[in-house]
Protein backbone atom coordinates (compact mmCIF):
# COMPACT_ATOMS: atom_id res chain seq x y z
CA UNK A 1 0.00 0.00 0.00
CA UNK A 2 1.40 3.22 -1.33
CA UNK A 3 2.00 5.53 1.85
CA UNK A 4 -0.26 8.71 2.56
CA UNK A 5 0.57 11.42 4.81
CA UNK A 6 -1.37 15.13 5.54
CA UNK A 7 -0.73 17.66 2.47
CA UNK A 8 -2.94 20.55 3.51
CA UNK A 9 -5.81 21.11 6.26
CA UNK A 10 -8.97 20.77 4.17
CA UNK A 11 -11.39 21.21 6.63
CA UNK A 12 -11.46 21.83 10.78
CA UNK A 13 -14.74 20.21 11.91
CA UNK A 14 -15.90 20.01 15.55
CA UNK A 15 -14.61 16.66 16.27
CA UNK A 16 -12.42 15.79 13.12
CA UNK A 17 -9.66 17.64 11.09
CA UNK A 18 -10.17 16.55 7.10
CA UNK A 19 -6.81 16.46 5.02
CA UNK A 20 -5.27 16.43 1.79
CA UNK A 21 -3.28 13.98 0.88
CA UNK A 22 -0.65 12.87 -2.60
CA UNK A 23 -3.73 11.05 -3.57
CA UNK A 24 -6.49 13.13 -4.76
CA UNK A 25 -8.69 10.16 -4.01
CA UNK A 26 -7.54 9.97 -0.68
CA UNK A 27 -8.26 12.33 2.30
CA UNK A 28 -6.99 11.82 5.96
CA UNK A 29 -9.51 12.08 8.92
CA UNK A 30 -8.21 13.20 12.31
CA UNK A 31 -10.60 12.31 15.27
CA UNK A 32 -9.53 14.47 17.59
CA UNK A 33 -10.20 14.56 21.20
CA UNK A 34 -12.84 18.03 21.35
CA UNK A 35 -16.48 16.72 21.87
CA UNK A 36 -18.87 19.66 21.36
CA UNK A 37 -22.61 20.09 21.89
CA UNK A 38 -25.37 22.18 21.17
CA UNK A 39 -24.02 23.61 18.12
CA UNK A 40 -20.35 24.09 19.78
CA UNK A 41 -21.86 25.81 22.78
CA UNK A 42 -20.23 23.19 24.92
CA UNK A 43 -16.85 22.36 24.35
CA UNK A 44 -14.31 20.08 26.19
CA UNK A 45 -11.23 17.95 25.30
CA UNK A 46 -11.84 14.29 26.46
CA UNK A 47 -8.57 12.41 26.82
CA UNK A 48 -8.29 9.32 24.51
CA UNK A 49 -11.31 10.28 22.82
CA UNK A 50 -9.74 10.98 19.42
CA UNK A 51 -8.61 7.37 19.39
CA UNK A 52 -11.41 5.33 20.43
CA UNK A 53 -13.42 7.15 18.09
CA UNK A 54 -11.31 6.01 15.36
CA UNK A 55 -10.81 2.52 15.80
CA UNK A 56 -14.85 2.45 17.16
CA UNK A 57 -15.07 4.03 13.33
CA UNK A 58 -12.88 1.30 11.51
CA UNK A 59 -14.26 -1.69 13.00
CA UNK A 60 -17.93 -0.49 12.34
CA UNK A 61 -17.36 0.84 8.72
CA UNK A 62 -15.69 -2.36 8.26
CA UNK A 63 -18.35 -4.84 8.84
CA UNK A 64 -20.79 -2.32 7.25
CA UNK A 65 -18.88 -3.28 3.71
CA UNK A 66 -18.92 -6.85 4.96
CA UNK A 67 -22.57 -6.08 4.69
CA UNK A 68 -22.22 -4.80 1.06
CA UNK A 69 -22.87 -1.27 2.18
CA UNK A 70 -20.29 1.08 0.61
CA UNK A 71 -18.23 3.48 2.70
CA UNK A 72 -15.70 5.83 2.55
CA UNK A 73 -13.15 3.58 4.49
CA UNK A 74 -10.12 2.49 3.33
CA UNK A 75 -7.63 1.64 6.49
CA UNK A 76 -6.20 2.71 9.88
CA UNK A 77 -3.51 5.37 9.56
CA UNK A 78 -2.35 5.93 13.09
CA UNK A 79 -4.32 5.82 16.34
CA UNK A 80 -5.85 9.05 15.57
CA UNK A 81 -6.18 8.82 11.61
CA UNK A 82 -8.13 7.34 9.48
CA UNK A 83 -7.23 7.14 5.13
CA UNK A 84 -10.89 7.46 3.33
CA UNK A 85 -11.95 8.02 -0.01
CA UNK A 86 -12.28 12.05 -1.11
CA UNK A 87 -16.56 12.08 -1.23
CA UNK A 88 -18.31 14.96 -2.97
CA UNK A 89 -20.70 15.14 0.13
CA UNK A 90 -24.22 15.61 0.68
CA UNK A 91 -25.01 18.38 2.98
CA UNK A 92 -28.04 16.76 4.42
CA UNK A 93 -27.80 14.38 7.81
CA UNK A 94 -30.27 10.88 7.43
CA UNK A 95 -31.06 10.20 11.10
CA UNK A 96 -33.19 6.77 11.47
CA UNK A 97 -34.44 6.43 15.38
CA UNK A 98 -35.80 2.60 16.75
CA UNK A 99 -36.82 4.94 19.96
CA UNK A 100 -38.25 8.38 20.82
CA UNK A 101 -35.81 10.43 22.82
CA UNK A 102 -33.93 13.64 22.22
CA UNK A 103 -35.44 15.86 19.35
CA UNK A 104 -38.32 14.12 18.47
CA UNK A 105 -39.46 14.12 21.89
CA UNK A 106 -39.46 17.69 22.30
CA UNK A 107 -40.74 18.26 18.49
CA UNK A 108 -43.77 15.66 18.45
CA UNK A 109 -44.42 15.58 22.26
CA UNK A 110 -44.13 11.56 21.97
CA UNK A 111 -43.30 10.00 25.45
CA UNK A 112 -39.85 9.41 25.79
CA UNK A 113 -38.08 6.07 25.27
CA UNK A 114 -41.72 4.80 23.65
CA UNK A 115 -40.12 2.06 20.81
CA UNK A 116 -40.35 3.52 16.99
CA UNK A 117 -42.27 0.69 14.82
CA UNK A 118 -41.20 1.08 11.95
CA UNK A 119 -37.96 2.76 12.82
CA UNK A 120 -39.00 6.15 11.61
CA UNK A 121 -36.42 8.65 9.16
CA UNK A 122 -36.00 12.13 9.22
CA UNK A 123 -33.30 14.08 7.22
CA UNK A 124 -31.92 17.93 8.31
CA UNK A 125 -29.74 20.33 6.89
CA UNK A 126 -26.50 20.66 7.50
CA UNK A 127 -26.01 24.06 8.79
CA UNK A 128 -24.81 25.16 11.91
CA UNK A 129 -25.86 28.66 11.91
CA UNK A 130 -29.55 27.49 11.28
CA UNK A 131 -29.05 24.93 13.71
CA UNK A 132 -29.26 21.63 11.40
CA UNK A 133 -33.22 22.19 10.11
CA UNK A 134 -35.27 19.42 9.84
CA UNK A 135 -36.01 19.18 5.57
CA UNK A 136 -37.94 17.05 3.43
CA UNK A 137 -37.46 14.97 0.18
CA UNK A 138 -39.03 18.22 -1.84
CA UNK A 139 -36.66 20.63 -0.13
CA UNK A 140 -33.65 18.79 -1.13
CA UNK A 141 -34.92 18.05 -4.90
CA UNK A 142 -35.86 21.99 -5.14
CA UNK A 143 -32.78 23.58 -3.84
CA UNK A 144 -30.72 20.65 -5.68
CA UNK A 145 -28.56 19.10 -2.70
CA UNK A 146 -29.03 15.61 -4.13
CA UNK A 147 -31.35 13.59 -7.23
CA UNK A 148 -35.19 12.09 -6.63
CA UNK A 149 -32.33 8.41 -7.12
CA UNK A 150 -30.05 9.58 -4.67
CA UNK A 151 -32.72 10.22 -1.46
CA UNK A 152 -33.93 6.89 -2.10
CA UNK A 153 -30.73 5.54 -1.85
CA UNK A 154 -29.62 7.05 0.97
CA UNK A 155 -32.91 5.65 2.44
CA UNK A 156 -32.59 2.82 1.62
CA UNK A 157 -28.65 2.36 2.80
CA UNK A 158 -29.76 4.37 6.10
CA UNK A 159 -31.73 1.40 7.08
CA UNK A 160 -29.86 -1.35 5.64
CA UNK A 161 -27.17 0.34 8.28
CA UNK A 162 -30.25 -0.33 10.91
CA UNK A 163 -30.79 -3.97 10.17
CA UNK A 164 -26.81 -4.60 10.22
CA UNK A 165 -26.19 -2.56 13.15
CA UNK A 166 -29.63 -3.04 15.62
CA UNK A 167 -28.12 -6.87 15.71
CA UNK A 168 -24.74 -5.98 16.02
CA UNK A 169 -25.51 -4.24 19.35
CA UNK A 170 -28.23 -6.26 20.04
CA UNK A 171 -25.68 -9.30 20.57
CA UNK A 172 -23.77 -7.16 22.84
CA UNK A 173 -26.26 -6.40 24.77
CA UNK A 174 -26.90 -2.64 23.69
CA UNK A 175 -29.95 -0.84 22.14
CA UNK A 176 -29.24 1.37 19.40
CA UNK A 177 -31.88 4.32 19.87
CA UNK A 178 -31.01 6.44 16.88
CA UNK A 179 -28.31 7.25 15.14
CA UNK A 180 -27.32 10.22 12.03
CA UNK A 181 -25.19 9.38 9.19
CA UNK A 182 -23.77 11.30 5.97
CA UNK A 183 -23.32 10.14 2.33
CA UNK A 184 -21.50 11.70 -0.58
CA UNK A 185 -20.53 10.86 -4.05
CA UNK A 186 -17.43 8.81 -5.10
CA UNK A 187 -16.94 7.86 -8.53
CA UNK A 188 -20.34 7.55 -9.68
CA UNK A 189 -21.78 5.99 -6.51
CA UNK A 190 -23.63 6.95 -3.42
CA UNK A 191 -21.05 6.23 -0.23
CA UNK A 192 -21.41 6.46 3.22
CA UNK A 193 -18.75 9.14 4.71
CA UNK A 194 -18.30 10.84 7.66
CA UNK A 195 -18.22 8.48 10.84
CA UNK A 196 -20.40 5.91 13.35
CA UNK A 197 -19.36 7.01 16.74
CA UNK A 198 -21.03 7.12 19.82
CA UNK A 199 -20.67 10.98 18.81
CA UNK A 200 -23.04 10.81 16.52
CA UNK A 201 -25.76 7.52 17.66
CA UNK A 202 -27.44 6.77 20.94
CA UNK A 203 -26.50 3.69 22.44
CA UNK A 204 -28.58 2.31 25.96
CA UNK A 205 -27.52 -0.27 28.04
CA UNK A 206 -30.42 -3.07 26.84
CA UNK A 207 -31.41 -3.99 30.44
CA UNK A 208 -30.29 -0.85 32.59
CA UNK A 209 -30.80 1.46 29.73
CA UNK A 210 -28.17 3.10 30.68
CA UNK A 211 -26.61 6.32 28.13
CA UNK A 212 -24.02 4.86 26.98
CA UNK A 213 -23.42 7.45 24.09
CA UNK A 214 -22.42 11.76 23.53
CA UNK A 215 -25.65 12.51 25.83
CA UNK A 216 -23.45 11.97 29.03
CA UNK A 217 -21.62 14.59 27.55
CA UNK A 218 -24.07 16.68 26.54
CA UNK A 219 -25.95 15.89 29.84
CA UNK A 220 -22.95 16.26 31.87
CA UNK A 221 -23.20 12.65 33.39
CA UNK A 222 -19.71 11.96 33.35
CA UNK A 223 -17.51 9.08 32.38
CA UNK A 224 -18.05 9.71 28.37
CA UNK A 225 -14.97 7.97 27.32
CA UNK A 226 -15.46 5.08 29.85
CA UNK A 227 -18.78 4.45 28.54
CA UNK A 228 -16.91 4.99 24.50
CA UNK A 229 -14.98 2.06 26.09
CA UNK A 230 -17.12 -0.08 27.44
CA UNK A 231 -19.14 -0.38 24.16
CA UNK A 232 -15.97 -1.05 21.97
CA UNK A 233 -15.18 -3.72 24.43
CA UNK A 234 -18.87 -4.98 24.14
CA UNK A 235 -18.47 -5.63 20.50
CA UNK A 236 -14.92 -6.97 20.71
CA UNK A 237 -13.19 -3.85 19.12
CA UNK A 238 -9.37 -4.35 20.41
CA UNK A 239 -8.37 -0.59 20.95
CA UNK A 240 -4.71 -1.87 21.41
CA UNK A 241 -4.26 -3.56 18.28
CA UNK A 242 -1.53 -3.03 16.35
CA UNK A 243 -2.46 -1.02 12.87
O1 LIG B 1 -29.15 15.32 19.82
P1 LIG B 1 -30.43 16.08 19.61
O2 LIG B 1 -31.50 15.76 20.59
O3 LIG B 1 -30.20 17.55 19.40
O4 LIG B 1 -30.90 15.63 18.16
P2 LIG B 1 -31.66 14.35 17.63
O5 LIG B 1 -32.36 14.83 16.41
O6 LIG B 1 -32.49 13.69 18.69
O7 LIG B 1 -30.48 13.37 17.20
C1 LIG B 1 -30.74 12.12 16.61
C2 LIG B 1 -29.45 11.35 16.49
O8 LIG B 1 -28.60 11.96 15.52
C3 LIG B 1 -28.63 11.29 17.78
O9 LIG B 1 -28.03 10.02 17.86
C4 LIG B 1 -27.58 12.37 17.61
O10 LIG B 1 -26.40 12.05 18.31
C5 LIG B 1 -27.36 12.34 16.09
N1 LIG B 1 -27.01 13.67 15.58
C6 LIG B 1 -25.71 13.95 15.20
O11 LIG B 1 -24.85 13.07 15.28
N2 LIG B 1 -25.36 15.17 14.70
C7 LIG B 1 -26.28 16.13 14.57
N3 LIG B 1 -25.91 17.30 14.08
C8 LIG B 1 -27.62 15.88 14.96
C9 LIG B 1 -27.95 14.64 15.45
Excluded at 20 to 36: A, E, Y
Excluded at 126 to 150: C, Q, R, V
Aim: charged share 30%; with cysteine.
Amino acid sequence: MATVSRVKELYAGKAKSVYTTQDPNRLILHFRNDTSAFDGEKIEQLERKGMVNNRFNAFIMERLEAAGIPTQHDHLLSQEESVVKALDMIPVECVVRNIATGSLVKRLGVPDGMDLSPPTFEFFLKNDALHDPMINDYHILTFGWASGEEIETMKRLTFQVNGVLTALFRDAKMLLVDYKLEFGRYQGELVLGDEFTPDGCRLWDSDTRNKLDKDRFRQGLGGVVEAYEEVAHRLGVDLDSPL
